[in-house]
């Protein structure tokens, strides 16, 4: 079987390896499709080389079927189409005794800190199996894994119908969250610099907002019938815009932290006191935001087709990542690992 | 009756004024006391001669009793002893629509926007009295006021019982916060680099650490049991003391400020996202947290007698600003307005 590898030196090998049976406790899993991420990207371009083990399988958004079951796996058959939590904690750390193990102090994150989905077989443990409807197409299943991100996230802005919220920034993530929050009841606007995104986002049918034109922050107040929105979404990872995200805020409104900040960012903590606003950090998923990721994206409410931007053989691997880091008007790539069916 | 007036340039003066009657919907209090807060302080210093119409009557932590009743008024009778929730909102604003009205983005914060308590005649609507038990003598009442900012403060700290809370900075506030949070059942700890005030809170019983002694930081982790506090709050108003509450959070930590801080500060964003941690806000005080505090107060449960540092009388007001400015060892200076009979 095949394998794409990050080698390090910005540069991804498709090599031969052989398929190991899975082990106790694991499945084998024959991929069909897999998620290119932005986090992927950083890997390929050295930049968390100190945590990667070079050569590295990446790939943590997936679907696929059931080829193998190792020894002690119930529940589970040969054929059923399945995607990955790819969370594997410790179970003692302070984060996984007081209820958090998504977030756990020694989190192996699959297909970053062990083997990824970017092969044709991947042994998996069972426990982080997630059971897709036989009526789902594999293609769009793959983007269960990004659409828990934003399931998580929006639960994080304990989002309450009817309420206004702006999602900053319209990559994959930043457009998932719209759509969770829209289907979770709220007005949604999409502030976004490029273009391109901008008008993906009207496409899909959220209002749009250029948050670098004159007066963009005070249109936000204008849409949100005066107030500001209760809810933020900071999902462009730029200063500019958490500035944007927290300016935009109704008095008592919640902002939610998506976007990896490496640098320390200055804030208006005046502006956070002033109006009682909170910030909260969000970080993955919890298995009910996989679940409800799956119903999302199996009941239609997902615009897959609008967000699979391409579908690239496992052979040219390293093409989904160029394609990716391209950016202009790509959203997400997928690599075919395998069959369909 | 005489008042003491902020006359500009930093100075205060006791001047005879005529009290007038009370108009309708108000009552004139015969003030008792009246606390000096930092914000005054501020005043005094001229830093918000923008907001404050000069000659200005300060005071907003008070106690009273009422001296007579203007049109309208009912359920209150001369010789109630009161103090007052210094907040006049629109009622029209979106926090005030909200239910947000103590943050209405028109607020008038009594004493500071319109005349204060440092009189000993003052009159104020009805609607702001809140009830004093007869039992409880009217010095330590004046400190009700900033009892309330602390129950509001660990009130949107959402404090569960047995959880560990970090108070950084320990001026009347935050000892205040701190003792609010160990009577709803929080383990403190009390964080301040001045030596004098972290003997104060040891003598109140609270655990105490120095946050400029070397490592301290991993002193909160052990002190927490490795995990890291569920709760700090930031009362230090400074760069250092927020660094310092953010690193010294578990996994889900919630991060209240408290202080006010006019600059704009950096904080470490990649940890809030990692830790999924929360930020928020907090701001004055809703009439559930000061009737809240009229029990703590008049239950015992905050340390009065420490807490009042000095009792000047309103001849000589201007000193107890010169107290207070002294900083070392001065936690609340009260001025005797009046009667505490």
């Given at each position: 079987m095949y394998a794409a590898k990050y080698v390090g030196r910005g540069a991804i090998a498709v090599v031969e390896v052989e398929a190991s049976?899975?082990?106790?406790?694991?499945?084998?899993?024959?991929v069909?499709?897999t998620?290119i991420?932005?986090?992927d990207l950083?890997v390929l371009h050295g930049?968390m080389d100190?945590?990667v083990s070079v050569p590295a399988i990446l790939g943590h958004?997936?679907?696929?079927?059931?080829?193998?079951?190792?020894?002690?796996?119930?529940?589970?058959?040969?054929?059923?189409?399945?995607?990955?939590?790819?969370?594997?904690?410790?179970?003692?750390?302070?984060?996984?005794?007081?209820?958090?193990?998504?977030?756990?102090?020694?989190?192996?994150?699959v297909g970053i800190d062990s083997p990824g989905a970017l092969q044709q077989r991947w042994?998996?443990?069972?426990?982080?199996?997630?059971?897709?409807?036989?009526?789902?197409?594999?293609?769009?299943?793959?983007?269960?894994?990004?659409?828990?991100?934003?399931?998580?996230?929006?639960?994080?802005?304990?989002?309450?119908?009817?309420?206004?919220?702006?999602?900053?920034?319209?990559?994959?993530?930043?457009?998932?969250?719209?759509?969770?929050?829209?289907?979770?009841?709220?007005?949604?606007?999409?502030?976004?610099?490029?273009?391109?995104?901008?008008?993906?986002?009207?496409?899909?049918?959220?209002?749009?907002?250029?948050?670098?034109?004159?007066?963009?922050?005070?249109?936000?107040?204008?849409?949100?019938?005066?107030?500001?929105?209760?809810?933020?979404?900071?999902?462009?990872?730029?200063?500019?815009?958490?500035?944007?995200?927290?300016?935009?805020?109704?008095?008592?409104?919640?902002?939610?932290?998506?976007?990896?900040?490496?640098?320390?960012?200055?804030?208006?903590?005046?502006?956070?006191?002033?109006?009682?606003?909170?910030?909260?950090?969000?970080?993955?998923?919890?298995?009910?935001?996989?679940?409800?990721?799956?119903?999302?994206?199996?009941?239609?409410?997902?615009?897959?087709?609008?967000?699979?931007?391409?579908?690239e053989?496992l052979d040219t691997a390293e093409a989904a990542f160029r394609?990716?880091?391209?950016?202009?008007?790509?959203?997400?790539?997928?690599v075919?690992c395998?069959?369909?069916?």
């Open positions: 049976p899975p082990a106790a406790a694991e499945v084998q899993i024959a069909a499709y998620g991420c932005g986090t950083h930049a100190t945590r958004e997936m679907s696929g079927r059931i080829a193998g079951l190792g020894a002690g796996v119930t529940g589970w058959a040969v054929g059923d189409p399945v995607t990955v939590m790819p969370l594997c904690w410790c179970g003692s750390c302070p984060a996984c005794q007081s209820g958090n193990s998504h977030i756990c102090q020694q989190l192996n994150f042994n998996v443990p069972a426990a982080l199996l997630v059971r897709l409807p036989k009526t789902l197409p594999l293609a769009p299943a793959a983007l269960v894994e990004p659409t828990a991100v934003a399931v998580h996230d929006v639960r994080r802005a304990e989002l309450v119908p009817g309420e206004a919220a702006v999602v900053v920034g319209a990559g994959p993530i930043g457009l998932l969250i719209a759509c969770v929050a829209r289907i979770e009841g709220a007005r949604v606007l999409v502030t976004e610099i490029d273009w391109l995104r901008r008008e993906t986002a009207a496409r899909l049918g959220f209002d749009v907002l250029d948050p670098a034109a004159p007066g963009a922050v005070d249109q936000v107040d204008d849409w949100a019938a005066g107030a500001g929105a209760a809810v933020a979404f900071e999902v462009s990872s730029s200063q500019a815009g958490l500035d944007f995200a927290l300016r935009s805020l109704a008095v008592r409104g919640r902002l939610v932290v998506v976007g990896i900040h490496p640098p320390r960012r200055e804030i208006d903590l005046h502006r956070v006191f002033w109006r009682e606003l909170t910030l909260a950090g969000a970080r993955v998923y919890q298995r009910p935001d996989f679940e409800r990721a799956v119903e999302l994206v199996a009941g239609g409410g997902i615009p897959t087709e609008t967000l699979i931007s391409r579908i053989p394609c990716l880091e391209s950016g202009q008007g790509v959203m997400k790539v997928l075919k395998g069959s369909d069916g």
